[in-house]
């Protein structure tokens, strides 16, 4: 995951150079979010998801702002502190209730979160959640979804494990 930091870098330069917002956005939004999974010192990674979050805040873009809401949230949480975001407008609001791609983005930040802490229950839930909604969901590329399925792939097991062996 580190190595791919680098590349989504160059691609958000090269995409403000070109004056293309959205391919930005979108290299600026996973680059950002690949920082929780890369290793990278929370700290460090909890500015630059906040950086991206702000550049989406800036340009109006609600979509991509809401969903970079949900790494910063579990870096926060990852760090001890458990600050919910703040949204200023009900369209936001409304895109984070209904709008598939995000609630998905939600329910796998969310088991992910869970499982980190072994959270039999919620892990559980918002795998289920996720694996429910994802099919609906056109949003997830080819890419997103392996990375998705691997990560749920691993919850999945645990819980399996678990609801065999007890909680």
Same mark, same amino acid.
């Given at each position: 995951?580190?190595?791919?930091?680098?590349?989504?870098?160059?691609?958000?330069?090269?995409?403000?150079?070109?004056?293309?917002?959205?391919?930005?956005?979108?290299?600026?939004?996973?680059?950002?979010?690949?920082?929780?999974?890369?290793?990278?010192?929370?700290?460090?990674?909890?500015?630059?998801?906040?950086?991206?979050?702000?550049?989406?805040?800036e340009?109006?873009? +609600?979509?991509? @702002?809401?969903?970079?809401?949900?790494?910063?949230?579990?870096?926060? %949480?990852?760090i =001890?502190?458990?600050? $919910?975001?703040?949204?200023?407008s009900?369209?936001?609001?409304?895109?984070?209730?209904?709008?598939?791609?995000?609630?998905?983005?939600?329910?796998?930040?969310?088991?992910?979160? +869970?499982?980190? @802490?072994?959270s039999?229950?919620?892990?559980?839930?918002?795998?289920? %959640?996720?694996? =429910?909604?994802?099919v $609906?969901?056109?949003?997830?590329?080819?890419?997103?979804?392996?990375?998705?399925?691997?990560?749920?792939?691993?919850?999945?097991?645990?819980?399996?494990?678990?609801?065999?062996?007890?909680?």
């Amino acid at each position: 995951f580190q190595a791919t930091l680098e590349y989504h870098n160059e691609g958000y330069a090269a995409a403000m150079a070109s004056g293309d917002i959205i391919q930005a956005a979108i290299n600026i939004l996973i680059g950002g979010s690949m920082f929780l999974f890369a290793g990278v010192n929370l700290q460090i990674a909890l500015e630059k998801v906040s950086e991206s979050s702000n550049f989406m805040h800036e340009r109006k873009m +609600s979509i991509y @702002f809401i969903q970079s809401q949900y790494p910063r949230q579990i870096m926060l %949480k990852l760090i =001890g502190k458990d600050e $919910k975001p703040k949204y200023d407008s009900a369209v936001e609001e409304n895109i984070r209730v209904t709008n598939n791609s995000v609630m998905m983005t939600y329910y796998f930040l969310k088991a992910y979160i +869970s499982f980190i @802490f072994r959270s039999y229950d919620d892990t559980k839930h918002y795998t289920e %959640k996720y694996l =429910g909604g994802v099919v $609906k969901t056109w949003a997830h590329l080819l890419v997103q979804h392996a990375f998705h399925a691997f990560y749920i792939g691993l919850n999945a097991f645990w819980l399996a494990r678990m609801s065999t062996e007890g909680k």
